[in-house]
């Protein structure tokens, strides 16, 4: 892969594909925006399914090809029950589903031998559930493993799919501690593209509870990685990072209905954001695309809890009479900002995002992100 042509993109620009379940799909429209672009990124790293994907990307196979595999797939294809080990094993069986599809899966996209043969750098996060520490395959003293089986390991959700043992090491999918690795593929880079596909927005759960244990541990997974996600960002201090966030957080995050639909997300969220980068990403560093809000507060609806002012104490406070306000009400936000505003138990914080003259552009619900 070659310099990027693109004008707005600066020439060593690392790729970085999140976690998501088939959210990840968008990955698939992310990959065409940029080859219509001619943006060839010089590294490419990935969670879970942004690993897959990003490991077939470099393998060398068409995003035609990893288009059509996409929406071929059908939930027999990966999840099959892992019968004889729930019944065998019980509590001591180690996943409820087999590994052997989604190790189909991973063979026929993933590259073959270990991450030194590879012509362009990937990196596959990982968590060693051992030592408790992320494990980034592809980066320097972590390259004599095969390809494979790191990248069927970032897809490994624990408890849903066996772990794998590489060098030693226990590992399942790497969402568990960084959903989206995009500080693990800052290093020696002018500018990073992120794609976040299922952490930082969550629709509203309904009636979690009666959905079993499957459904529980799974939405527990995405607010942790949210939560983590959210971290990351905000205090980003890397290159300049393009954060390009399809709009698929009403989605299933294994649903196999949508993939059209995922896939031409990504497409439309990458073309947005590369053609209105202008020279953003030739900045120090920072979260871009950046746009002006406004935050109002509901005080019929505020109890006072404090917990806004917690989390965001140079943007808000609790004034004499108990109820929230805002110190700084017109700011400048990338998406990785105001993750205070969702955390409001009565959500009586609204985000309204404005023209630079300071007019009302579209009032937004958080959990949409700040676009």
Known sequence: MTSPAHSGIPPR????????????????????ALEERGIRPTVVAGTSIGALIGAAYVRGLTVDAIEARALSLRKPDLFRVNHLGMVMKRMLSPALYLEEP?????????PEGTFRDLAVPLLVNTVDLE???QVVWGLPGLTDVRVTDAVYASCALPGFFPPRIIGGRTCVDGGVMDNVPALAASRNVDAVIAVDVGSTS???????KDKGFAAISMRSAQVMMRSLGQLQLASWSGPPLLLVRPPVWKYNWFSFVHSRTMIDAGYAAACEALDNVGDTLYSASGVFPRRHVDILVDQDKCTGCGMCAVMAPGVMAISADGKAHVTERALDWSRADGAFVNECPVQAISVEATERDGRRHQTMEFKIVVD
């Open 13 to 32: 620009v690392a790729l970085v594909l999140g976690g998501g379940g088939l959210k990840g799909f968008a990955h698939i429209g992310v990959l065409r």
């Open 102 to 110: 989604l190790q189909e899966i991973v063979d026929a996209l993933a």
């Open 131 to 133: 030592r408790g520490s």
């Open 202 to 208: 969550l629709a509203a759960a309904r009636r979690i």
